[in-house]
């Protein structure tokens, strides 16, 4: 079926339900950013891949609502099927929430599967359509009709080395506990996968790129029970989380547990964490507390062994995209035939010939030229570009290793340049050398210093449409929080900053049709000394790894910055140099370099 069939389908089956309208939200039953197969159902339906996307299907009309970073590749993507791209955060252009209770007539219902929509997001919806006389219809109508549809995963799930973690299950449960106490909570429920995993010391590959597998967790004052399929533990680690006071139940069994939670409990749970269908039978006795996960804010805080661990792989990382960086480079110079496919192979086969790997952290994102404009590209088999001896290669890229996860995007210059690539590169690494060098007092949040990275584009007339950082998990997901760095949004929350907090710092920018650019490096935030006017913060950057100086103007980064990224470049040749030998050192000599040479 194509997805104009699959829509015509589902129109079928609204009309046969007596709905108006189905809205399909890329979630899964825990809030996932990555999603298992068997939940991508708005993949499925619209043919639209991007990780980031809400469908809105009615008896006329169908819009798939997404942001910046995929307007062009939604509208390839959608071609002939039907569907419109409805461009969010736009001025003028309406939410799918207005926009449906604009069309929808008084008494509609609108479907929705209630295990791909939080608590938070339910209570929403509902608030959204109520004034105009809109009911929900809490149904999976697309399951009814995707009848291929994947099965659960069933990777094993094994145990994180203790020796990795610096601390035990039993230590970080006490810790919970302590908590929940604090909260005035007798039971906790977590559906949100990376805290489950942290928590448990556990992983698992459930999740393409996500070392975390599919669970709930349940816990009270005593005991703790992990809701996952029972085949993916062995015998072994079961016993041992028995020792840590954790019992296994039935991944299917979490509805049951929560009805028979006995009158006077109170339930701690994050109702943007927990999906709708999950606590649709909690009963009314038992009290609801809404907050977020305590252990979200406490992995966050990554501990002095998580970091020496981090900093070691950041070593091995850089190390293999040295020897990575060096082939591309040299061998589209010397007129060798290489593609953005091959760039992948190349990045990816050398971080596995690093200890402790356990595979790319995301998909890839190499664009040459135009393509790097696109903020979250992806080259296919059946649609990438050949690399030329001219022009910009921005290379996002991460990995996943057993001590901590690395995430990095560098550009290079594969040949001659012109003076806007040049311009635009050098704004670009100017704004996150500014973020990079920031100090700023201690309660301060991303939101407060986002406009570092920002203002030399600013000052140029430009800017760029995502965020410009994201808290990373430590062998966990890419993308965590709670901490962000990003303009303020309306009623958004300001999470400080806080020392052992690891953010990613990555402005960019971007011409549609002709090149983009993106710096990152991993930041961790640290202490800074204490004066006058309180405690202070600053970043330490993680990541190492050569810029490329050559498209850069060094005009347009003042003498701080210059002296920066000299003294970056310098540190990243002393710890790397030892790790490479032959062309891959003489590379990253040159690479290195003060710009005064």
């Not at 829509?7 to 825990?30: F, K, M, N, S, Y």
């Not at 939410?95 to 209570?123: I, N």
């Not at 040459?368 to 590209?377: M, Q």
Request: glycine letters at 10%.
């Amino acid at each position: 079926m194509s997805p104009a069939s699959r829509i015509a389908a589902l129109r079928t089956l609204l009309q046969e339900r007596g709905a108006a309208a189905c809205i399909v939200p890329a979630a899964d039953p825990h809030l996932s950013e990555y999603l298992p197969a068997r939940w991508k159902t708005r993949e499925w339906l619209s043919g639209f891949t991007g990780s980031a996307g809400t469908l809105v299907v009615t008896a006329g009309a169908a819009g798939l609502w997404t942001d910046s970073r995929y307007f062009e590749q939604a509208e390839r993507e959608l071609a002939g099927s039907g569907i419109v791209l409805m461009r969010q955060r736009v001025p003028h252009a309406p939410e799918h929430l207005a926009w449906l209770a604009a069309r929808l007539p008084h008494g509609a219902r609108v479907a929705v599967a209630p295990d791909m929509l939080s608590v938070a997001g339910e209570r929403a919806l509902r608030e959204a359509l109520a004034p105009g006389g809109i009911g929900l219809l809490a149904e999976d109508l697309p399951a009814a009709l995707w009848h291929d549809r994947p099965p659960l995963p069933d990777a094993p799930v094994r145990a994180h080395a203790q020796a990795y973690a610096g601390a035990t299950r039993a230590q970080r449960l006490a810790d919970l506990r302590g908590r929940m106490a604090a909260a005035g909570a007798t039971h906790h429920l977590l559906s949100s996968l990376d805290d489950i995993a942290w928590l448990t010391l556990l992983r698992g590959r459930d999740v393409e790129y996500n070392p975390v597998f599919l669970a709930h967790l349940l816990v009270d004052a005593q005991r703790a029970t992990l809701f996952v399929p029972p085949h993916k533990l062995d015998a072994q680690l079961a016993a041992a989380l028995a020792t840590d006071g954790i019992a296994l139940a039935d991944y299917a069994g979490i509805a049951a547990a929560l009805a028979a939670l006995p009158a006077g409990a109170r339930l701690l749970f994050d109702p943007a964490r927990v999906a709708a269908a999950t606590l649709a039978g909690l009963p009314a006795r038992v009290l609801r507390i809404e907050a977020g996960n305590p252990s979200t804010a406490a992995k966050a805080r990554k501990s002095a062994c998580e970091i020496e661990h981090w900093r070691e792989v950041m070593v091995r990382d850089g190390a293999a995209l040295v020897r990575a960086f060096r082939q591309i480079d040299t061998r589209v110079r010397a007129g060798q035939r290489l593609t953005e496919l091959d760039v992948d192979d190349l990045v990816t086969g050398e971080r596995a010939r690093e200890a402790d790997f356990a595979g790319p952290s995301f998909a890839t994102i190499a664009g040459y030229g135009a393509n790097a404009a696109l903020p979250h590209y992806r080259a296919t088999p059946g649609r990438h570009a050949t690399l030329a001896p001219r022009g910009l290669l921005l290379v996002d890229s991460g990995g996943q290793y057993a001590g901590g996860t690395t995430d990095i995007t560098r550009v290079w210059a594969l040949g001659e340049t012109t003076p806007q690539e040049q311009e635009d590169f050098s704004r670009v690494l100017a704004g996150m050398i500014a973020l990079s060098r920031a100090r700023f007092p201690a309660g301060a949040s991303g939101p407060q210093l986002d406009a570092l990275a920002r203002a030399p584009l600013w000052a140029a007339g430009c800017d760029y449409g995502h965020g410009t950082g994201h808290g990373v998990g430590y062998f966990l997901n890419v993308h965590e929080g709670p901490q962000g760095i990003r303009p303020p949004l309306p009623g958004g929350a300001l999470v400080p900053l806080e020392p052992g907090m690891v953010t990613s710092i990555e402005p960019g920018l971007y011409r549609p049709g002709r090149h983009g650019v993106r710096h990152e490096n991993l930041a961790l935030t640290v202490e800074a000394g204490q004066g006058e006017f309180g405690p202070f913060l600053a970043f330490e950057t993680l990541t190492l790894c050569p810029f490329d100086t050559r498209p850069l103007r060094a005009a347009l980064l003042d003498a701080a910055a210059q002296a920066w990224l000299d003294a970056y470049h310098a540190r990243v040749r002393e710890t790397l140099s030892p790790r490479l030998s032959g062309a891959d050192r003489e590379w990253l000599d040159a690479r290195c370099a003060p710009l005064a040479a």
